[in-house]
């Protein structure tokens, strides 16, 4: 038994961000020997190429829009369009571990511009994946990689992806001692 868990894959899978690196996390490597993941990169889904000028949420007449500033392009509709399809074809799964603060990813910091071409930052927002991963799937774990990184979280955050796991292939509630035995045999490089 496995939790299956998208994760951006920037982060230990693919150098797929806009600066052709990648995001380090000591947690989600080694988490991989435990867990299976599903890598996904929304921006290359949609066709931006890596590296690739950097995108950004900016405030409009009828809500944000996602841009790309630099190709004065507007990539809200296929973002959301592809988004929806992937969150669609998705098997069941069991939670998701997103970059943070990523324009697409990203789950309640990425930064909201007041327009294309200004630096003035108005807000803090989802990106366009982490909020549509989030209406979507309102009751599974969701959190990104550097939340990972506090003991406790992390520690809630495993016990829900394993008892959804456990349910899932077994159809049955995990008892406290299975999730624990789990927990433990996660956590054993410590
Ligand atoms: S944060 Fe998301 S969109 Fe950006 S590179 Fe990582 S996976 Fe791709």
Redesign the pocket.
């Known amino acids: 038994m496995k939790p299956r868990v998208v994760v951006?894959?920037?982060?230990e899978f693919e150098n797929?961000?806009?600066d052709g690196l990648g995001?380090s996390s000591e947690i989600v490597r080694k988490l991989k020997e435990h867990i299976e993941f599903l890598p996904?990169?929304?921006?290359?889904e949609i066709g931006l190429g890596v590296p690739r000028n950097p995108i950004r949420i900016v405030v409009a007449e009828g809500g944000h829009r996602l841009v790309q500033p630099a190709a004065e392009r507007d990539l809200t509709d296929d973002m959301s369009s592809f988004v929806e399809r992937f969150l669609e074809s998705l098997p069941e799964i069991d939670g998701f571990i997103?970059?943070s603060r990523?324009p697409?990813?990203g789950l309640e910091e990425t930064k909201l511009y007041a327009s294309a071409d200004k630096p003035d930052v108005v807000g803090k927002v989802a990106g366009f994946?982490g909020r549509a991963v989030r209406e979507r799937f309102p009751e599974l774990p969701i959190e990104n990689e550097e939340h990972l990184d506090d003991l406790s979280i992390r520690k809630h955050f495993l016990e829900k992806i394993i008892s959804r796991a456990l349910r899932r292939e077994t159809g049955e509630e995990g008892s406290r001692k299975d999730i624990d035995d789990y927990i433990y045999k996660m956590e054993s490089w410590k």
């Open positions: 951006s894959k920037c982060i797929c961000r806009w995001v996904f990169c929304p921006e290359v997103l970059k990523s697409s990813c994946f």
